[in-house]
């Protein structure tokens, strides 16, 4: 296997792991939208401001998850793609080779059109993947996209929280964690996008 | 890799084997051509390893469009590993191949290469005017596996049957039978799990005339070295690792 190979199988293998990681902390910001709803709703009118959020909260926190595991499936897609150019190239290799060694044989020109076909194969493998990888990168920023809209949210949820009265603390506790857990999605996409990058335009 | 002709008439066989290219820590394997006018039979035709020297050497007598057959006597990666590779470089060609195995055979792919499954009883391969008969040697030592007889060069063509682990420079034909056996003996009483399948196989085979017995690994038997050889098995007691 090449190393180009090698680091492809690893780049796409490595994007489910860190997305399984994601969709737990999804699933956290869901969890905490609807302790905050239950919060705000006891607190009454102190915490009128934090209701609308908390939807939002919950509403992000689907459509990440969502989005995830469309991901999740399109990275098999490209795993298995993966997988198909390693094989198409290791027989392009193995052609070129038995060609090379029959150099003198009397039917070694019929060997030209295997070889052919076995380029061309391999490298429509080749430019799918790229074209696979720019989508998922395209699918990668829309859920960072929702991280950064979770941070901002996090971060007007402690404007609310600060109106609460005794309700603060928990409100506070609600916004840090949505806070926390949305750094995390976009730290963890980040590395999936970083990963694939390359290949886009390799 | 060495390529010997062991028959020539309206259609030749040609053994290759002996590669010298080949990875060290792999099992040397014996793979066979049967060439008639317009259409080329590769029996066993080996390892993923083996396919780039194997395919070249078969350039020497067929054109690839013309490779229209691929036999495998049983499932062992040796024998048809190279099957996926095979799959994309041939454009019409069939596998013959036991019924029993198609399931598992199909995982080194075999998208474009039709799969003829041989039924537990046997068959024929017909190619132009020859007709090989597929002969049942179950148990010998895969539970489904297969031998081919042709009739006319007198080639028994039998796998693991008869195999023998030799040096790369070694002849391809037994010169000293006695000094033979030692190389087969623990490679049979091992691998062949059945002492009723052997006696099966052995009766059966008598019966056929035959020039040449043509293992998968290790020198061919010719002459009264058949016969020999067949005395040799009759008399051995095989499956000793239970």
Redesign the interface.
């Known amino acids: 296997m090449t190393n180009q190979t090698k680091s492809q199988f690893i780049a796409v293998a490595s994007i489910t792991s860190e997305l399984s990681a994601v969709m737990v902390v999804a699933k956290e910001i869901s969890l905490a939208a609807a302790n905050a709803k239950a919060i705000a709703f006891r607190a009454g009118d102190k915490a009128k401001g934090f209701q609308p959020i908390t939807d939002f909260i919950n509403e992000l926190a689907k459509e990440t998850i969502e989005l995830v595991t469309n991901i999740n499936i399109y990275a098999l897609v490209l795993y298995r793609l993966t997988v198909d150019e390693f094989?198409?190239t290791?027989?392009f290799n193995?052609?070129e080779?038995?060609?090379k060694?029959?150099e003198d044989?009397?039917?070694?020109?019929?060997?030209e059109?295997?070889v052919d076909?076995?380029r061309l194969?391999m490298q429509d493998c080749q430019r799918q993947f790229k074209r696979d990888v720019s989508q998922l990168l395209g699918q990668l920023e829309a859920v960072m996209h929702h991280a950064r809209a979770a941070r901002v949210i996090a971060a007007n949820s402690r404007i609310e929280a600060s109106q609460a009265g005794e309700y603060l603390q928990s409100l506070q506790a609600v916004a840090e964690s949505v806070d926390k857990a949305a750094h995390t999605i976009h730290d963890n996409v980040q590395r999936c996008r970083i990963a694939l990058s390359i290949y886009r335009n390799s | 890799m060495k390529m010997t002709k062991i028959y020539e008439g309206s259609h030749q066989w040609i053994m290759l084997g002996r590669d010298e290219g080949k990875p060290g820590n792999i099992i040397d394997t014996n793979q066979y051509v049967v060439r008639t006018p317009n259409r080329c039979l590769l029996l066993d035709p080996g390892g993923?390893e083996l396919?780039?020297?194997m395919?070249?050497?078969v350039?020497?007598?067929?054109?690839?469009?013309q490779i229209t057959d691929l036999f495998a006597s049983h499932q062992d990666p040796d024998v048809i590993s190279s099957l996926?590779?095979w799959d994309?470089?041939l454009t019409n060609a069939k596998l013959h191949a036991p019924a029993i195995w198609e399931g598992f055979l199909r995982h080194y792919?075999c998208e474009s290469i039709e799969y003829e499954p041989i039924p537990d009883n046997g068959g024929t391969i017909k190619l132009e005017a020859v007709e090989l008969q597929i002969i049942p040697a179950h148990y010998l030592h895969s539970p489904g596996n297969f031998h081919v007889y042709d009739p006319q060069a007198k080639i028994l063509m039998t796998g693991d049957v008869g195999a023998a682990f030799e040096a790369p420079d070694a002849p391809v034909f037994v010169d000293n039978f006695a000094a033979h056996v030692e190389k087969m003996r623990h490679w049979h009483q091992r691998m062949m799990p059945s002492n009723q399948a052997k006696r099966v196989w052995i009766e059966r085979v008598r019966n056929m005339d035959i020039d040449i017995l043509a293992p998968q690994h290790g020198r061919m038997f010719k002459g009264d070295d058949v016969k020999r050889f067949l005395d040799w098995f009759d008399a051995l007691q095989v499956g000793i690792a239970v």
Do not use: C, N, R, T
């Open positions: 094989q198409k290791a027989a193995k052609f080779l038995a060609a060694m029959a044989a009397v039917y070694a020109k019929s060997m059109g295997p076909h076995a194969s | 993923a396919f780039a020297p395919m070249a050497a350039l020497h007598h067929a054109p690839v469009d996926g590779l994309q470089a792919s």
